[in-house]
């Protein structure tokens, strides 16, 4: 009798542990495609935008520049015959020297116009992170994975993809704003 008690009390113990972890709601453990929240969040649009006005204005100073450089070049090249030799070589210095500066320019404009897109790309991937783990919280999932189409994650059933119900929660708290 004793031992009819043990085995039903082991297979009681173990059907409980068995209907508790099959129990355990699996869709816990969802992902969102970090790709698509990214070009749908209204939000990358909008500094996307800002960011392509601030670079076309640092652009358009080098090509000013640059045209202006052209422009002496031109006028050198058509009046060298009227200097002295002297005059060539100062002309000449100049005209490499202020080409030199240009290429400087050239330069921190386009290591400016990275790091400014690298920011504003760091903004929105905060703004959205920051997003995702609140909504995590309130929607009281285990773990919200990224998938990015770089191999984080190579199969997931589509019923745990919350990409469009973030993104669209996302954009309405954005437009909120």
Excluded: C, P
């Excluded at 000013?64 to 002309?91: H, P």
């Amino acid at each position: 009798m004793k031992k009819i008690t043990l085995i039903i009390a082991i297979l009681a113990l173990i059907t409980s542990l068995a209907t508790f972890f099959y129990s355990q709601d699996n869709s816990k453990l969802v992902y969102v495609d970090v790709n698509k929240l990214l070009d749908g969040y209204k939000r990358t649009k909008v500094v996307r935008a800002e960011f392509e006005k601030k670079a076309k204005v640092l652009r358009a100073n080098v090509d000013s520049l640059v045209t202006d450089w052209q422009k002496e070049l031109k006028l050198y090249e058509k009046e060298r015959s009227k200097y002295s030799k002297k005059e060539l070589k100062l002309k000449q210095e100049l005209l490499g020297n202020k080409q030199q500066q240009i290429n400087n320019y050239q330069q921190a404009v386009q290591k400016q116009v990275q790091e400014e897109d690298k920011k504003a790309t760091q903004t929105v991937i905060n703004d959205i992170n920051d997003f995702v783990t609140e909504y995590g919280k309130e929607k009281g999932y285990k773990i919200i994975f990224g998938a990015s189409g770089a191999g984080s994650i190579m199969y997931a059933d589509k019923s745990a993809d919350l990409t469009e119900k973030v993104l669209e929660k996302l954009n309405s708290d954005f437009e909120g704003k």
